[in-house]
């Protein structure tokens, strides 16, 4: 397909006539232009570039959306929603102009049903809020991508992932039902406060995970949980990330599902470790697993810890450490703490790539063979117990840097998916993994999802250049 | 959008040079035609009229499918996929003639992967020959329609639920891949041996429950679990379904997810116990709760059970009954007795819709007013812990009975809705629910859903006439 518009002159650029009318819909204090935009030209990517807004729109309400993408849709003006920012694939970066839609006004839980064990919110409530409003009336959602600061809106636009993913799964599949805006400014409602549905095609996990590319989210009914009664983690040191790998089938044989399992790296821990100033007892050890056990009380928790601990040993591991309570909590901000350690010198890139789990072992040597062959330093770690490997390459200092932290993202993102993997686990394509999803996606499949994308955006203004290019 | 194809003279006719055609594709073996296409031209719907294919196909693999529909799509001939024809809706029925698309051949489980924890299997596959599968190899694919001779693809086509759903979900929540062939002939792959993907349209999640009017499925990757130790059941009978209903969120707040929880009414109840020649506990009560429960060994049933039975009594239940083994296997044999049960007259029709699951006790009073107010007798059951509501109406011996019952689904529909729930909960919608989904979906959303099947066959050779029509 050709270029739909992005190449036009004077795409992205808002006029003064449609500033008014933006200011007509959401308000004076709605709009943002000039400088008081720096803080939208960017999300959490390291190293990547900021696009300045043509202007930054704050709806209060659906209907607010609704007028203010049919004006879009009318004036063809690229429209890149936002929640938090916090992404790292720069998803709602507007690197073509235009308006971004910031969902932070719509920052209400509206209902937390205890009957339907349900959440209904707007886009723009934060994952943390969520957390206390269900907590304080005993429930929850166990959905944990770790970032608490991110909005469900930006979780249900990247089909967030996390820790917990083993036992619960990621995002959509806590996403019952939506509300959305089209482009054309219609509302749809998809979905709703049920698990089972066969009435036509399934809209919600359509959206879920779609980047703002088709709709904007305007409501979320979100499923909820019965609570667990115990965390525990159980620290299991290998002396080969093999041998390590290979007891996590085992481990998820049980009949007891952990709720996740990590791996790390002896470079990762001691990062970490001299990032947080404590030493772990996994410190001198090749590489750890750390399994997370949700049991129903300390009881039951010590019998499915001893029994873990055990299978780990058969399996190879030189120890076993087991914690509960605060203990366990502190282990699972280490674990948290690893991309901000590695990160904070400001030359850390990540991939997430997702393989089927038995190929983590295999993957992770590869790739790690792969940044030797390409001269980058990395650091890999990640979530042993559902595929999704992080990959943080360190931009090395020499002048081809950039050149090979690109030659790097393309071999390990051909090597994942040359083992039946996928480019993103968890973050999402954003623009700065489009050329790499393009690179690995079937030409059939590429062009059914753009004639998808256009079944919903036939102008092309929701996110354009976001995931795949029209 | 006017009709696409449907009202074309000679439309769902097969040449007999396409006959030629097919029978290269596919051998003599697997075209059928003329009286030996009887079993293909009606699904198990009560009461629904034969249609005759225009010819049935039976191909063996992947490219035939493809080579079938491209050759179908370049002479515009209608296909409909098929499984095992158990359906209830009328969505495997060759409504337009044209080719019947029967998966039969295409029945092999081509990896139970005990490392990844996943099955792929050809669409044909007998649900029953998966479980065995799997469980032979100690794991366990918990989504249980009830129908064990259906076979996977149509349990992705019609995203198939059952009891089991408060705990494990439908069946969408297991699918994580699919190999499906367009209308075109392309084949693509979506998803994969993971559960974690953030990349790109989760085509996985449109294809299933989109009932073979997108594409057919030639291959599914379905996640499995490790196994349960022990099931027991909970039998709560009350004196009124209210009293029944409300007790559903108090169980659910246990920690332990019960695996489901059904509600049996007196007239249910009965008829099965006839049809079976057995009296159960619950004979004399108005209303029941049938608690289903896993634990990983015989203690922990014992002590969940106990705890979900006092709960019942404080919460009005008039007695319990716990049972475990073989009792239990029984008590949930009568259950699926129950539908048999209803529909060996020849008179009883069903529908399925789903509210959220707090509004049960609501919609099944209002549901029987409206039976009184029409005119036909209904009998009520169905899944109290996921919303999900079967609702058979016995056709009365009145010239206006045929007339009674569709004014009698139409109010079911209408109340359904209102309540915030969806047309169908698990059986789909075919062509048999198609006229009660089209008056209340939101035309903006049908619109949208149109334009999406028009993204992958653009021709409407795909099952038309199901769902919706183009």
Chains 1, 2 share one sequence.
Not at 340 to 350: E, F, K, L, Y
Not at 436 to 460: G, H, Q, T, W
Request: hydrophobic fraction near 45%; include cysteine; glycine fraction near 10%.
């Amino acid at each position: 397909m050709e270029a739909l518009m992005s190449s036009r002159p004077g795409y992205g650029s808002v006029s003064a006539v449609v500033l008014d009318a933006l200011r007509g819909i959401v308000g004076e204090s709605g709009v943002l232009t000039g400088d008081s935009m720096q803080d939208y030209a960017r999300d959490e990517a390291p190293n990547a570039a900021a696009f300045m807004p043509g202007v930054v729109v704050k709806p209060g309400d659906a209907s607010q959306v609704s007028r203010v993408l049919r004006l879009a849709n009318e004036s063809k003006i690229p429209v890149t929603p936002r929640g938090a920012g916090t992404g790292l694939s720069g998803a709602a970066v507007p690197i073509l102009g235009g308006i971004v839609l910031s969902m932070e006004r719509m920052n209400r839980i509206l209902e937390v049903d205890e009957n339907n064990f349900t959440a209904t919110v707007e886009p723009g409530v934060i994952l943390r809020d969520l957390c206390q409003a269900v907590e304080s009336k005993g429930l929850y959602y166990p959905v944990y991508p770790g970032e608490m600061t991110a909005t469900l809106g930006g979780n249900v636009a990247t089909n967030a992932g996390g820790m917990r993913a083993v036992k619960y799964g990621v995002t959509r599949n806590f996403v019952l039902g939506l509300e959305a805006a089209l482009p054309s400014g219609e509302i749809i409602e998809t979905g709703g406060q049920y698990i089972k549905c066969s009435s036509a095609y399934d809209l919600t996990q359509l959206i879920t995970g779609s980047e703002g590319t088709l709709a904007v989210v305007t409501r979320i009914v979100l499923r909820l949980m019965p609570p667990p009664g115990q965390r525990s983690v159980v620290l299991a040191p290998f002396d080969s990330l093999e041998k390590a790998i290979d007891a996590v089938p085992h481990i998820l044989r049980q009949r007891v599902l952990p709720m996740g399992i990590e791996f790390l790296e002896r470079d990762g821990v001691h990062v970490t470790e001299e990032f947080v100033g404590k030493e772990t007892p996994i410190h001198q050890y090749e590489a750890s697993l750390m399994i997370i056990i949700e049991a129903e009380n300390e009881g039951e928790a010590t019998r499915i810890c001893s029994d873990v601990g055990e299978l780990c040993l058969e399996r190879g591991a030189i120890d076993v450490f087991v914690a509960n309570g605060e203990r366990a909590a502190e282990l699972l901000a280490f674990r948290e703490k690893v991309w901000p350690a590695i990160a904070q010198g400001g030359r850390a890139d990540m991939a997430d790539v997702v393989v089927p789990r038995k190929h983590i072992a295999e993957f992770v040597r590869k790739a790690r063979q792969a940044s030797r062959d390409v001269g980058v330093g990395v650091f890999l770690l990640g979530h042993a117990g559902d595929g999704n490997v992080h990959i943080s390459p360190i931009l090395p200092d020499v002048p081809d840097g950039a050149a090979r932290m690109a030659d790097f993202f393309h071999r390990v993102y051909e090597l994942g998916i040359s083992m039946g993997g996928a480019v993103s686990g968890e973050h999402g394509i954003g623009y700065l993994k489009k050329p790499y999803l393009e690179s690995v996606l079937a030409p059939a499949k590429l062009d059914l999802m753009k004639r998808i994308k256009l079944a919903f955006d036939p102008n092309n203004i929701m996110n354009p250049g976001k995931i795949f290019d029209i």
